[in-house]
C-alpha cells in the first residue's frame, strides 16, 4: 500500500467513526513507514478521547426552552403596549371629549326615540290626541284621497283664498262705479252740448269721469 492510499482509507475509517488501530491493512503498512506509523498513532489517540467523552443529558431541549422564552416574552410585551395605549388614550383631553360626545348622541338618540314612541294623551296636539281612531300607522301613510272629493286646504290656504276673493270683489265693484260714471258723463256732456267740436266733448267727458271716480 502506498502512502496516498493509506491516508485515504484512514479518513474514510474516521468519516465511517470506527477505530483506525483496529484496521490490518494501516497497520501492515504503518510498520513499515514510520511517517505513516506516527499519523496513525496520533489519529487513534484522538479517535479514543473524542469516544470517551461523556454526552450530557438535557432534561429539556434547547430548542423548545429558547422558543418558549421568545413567545413568552412576545406575549407579555404585547400585552403591556395595549394596556399602555389604552390608559394613554383616555388620559387624553381629546379621548375623554370624544367619550362624552358619544355619550351625549346616545342619549339623545334615545330620548328621541322614546318621545316619538311614547303614548299620546288627550291633551297632546297631535292627531291621534284629536282623534281617537287616529293610530300611529295613519300617521306615518299619506291619506288615499278619492278623484271626486274636493280638496282641503289648511287655515292658511284658507285664509289666503278669502283674502284674494275679497280683492277681486272690490275690484269688480270699483269696475262697475266707473263703467257707470263714464257712462253718466258721457249721457251728460252729449245733452247739454250738441254742438260742441268731438274733441271738446271727450276731454270734457274725460274730467267728468276723473271728477265723479275720485268723488265717488
Not at 492510499?5 to 468519516?15: G, I, K, V
Not at 375623554?96 to 358619544?102: H, I, K
Not at 322614546?114 to 300617521?139: C, E, K, L, M
Request: charged residues 25%.
Amino acid at each position: 500500500m502506498r502512502c496516498d492510499a493509506f491516508e485515504d482509507r484512514l479518513q474514510h475509517l474516521l468519516d465511517e467513526r470506527q477505530c483506525p488501530e483496529d484496521d490490518a491493512l494501516l497497520a501492515e503498512h504503518a510498520a513499515d513507514c514510520p511517517h505513516c506509523r506516527d499519523v496513525l498513532d496520533a489519529q487513534a489517540g484522538l479517535f479514543d478521547t473524542v469516544r470517551d467523552w461523556s454526552v450530557a443529558n438535557l432534561e429539556v431541549d434547547l430548542v423548545d426552552r429558547v422558543v418558549d422564552r421568545v413567545v413568552s416574552r412576545a406575549t407579555v410585551g404585547t400585552a403591556s403596549v395595549r394596556v399602555a395605549a389604552s390608559r394613554s388614550w383616555w388620559q387624553t383631553a381629546s379621548g375623554r371629549w370624544t367619550a362624552l360626545a358619544v355619550a351625549a348622541a346616545l342619549v339623545l338618540v334615545a330620548w328621541k326615540g322614546i318621545d316619538r314612541f311614547a303614548p299620546r294623551t288627550a291633551n297632546d296636539s297631535s292627531p291621534s290626541a284629536v282623534d281617537p281612531g287616529h293610530t300611529a300607522q295613519n300617521v306615518r301613510e299619506p291619506r288615499q284621497r278619492t278623484p271626486n272629493a274636493p280638496l282641503e286646504f289648511g287655515p292658511l290656504a284658507r285664509k289666503a283664498a278669502e283674502d284674494l276673493g275679497s280683492r277681486l270683489a272690490l275690484g269688480v265693484h270699483y269696475l262697475h262705479r266707473g263703467r257707470t260714471a263714464v257712462t253718466d258723463a258721457l249721457r251728460g256732456q252729449l245733452s247739454r252740448k250738441p254742438d260742441a267740436a268731438p274733441g271738446e266733448r271727450s276731454s270734457s267727458f274725460l274730467f267728468s269721469a276723473a271728477s265723479r271716480l275720485a268723488i265717488g
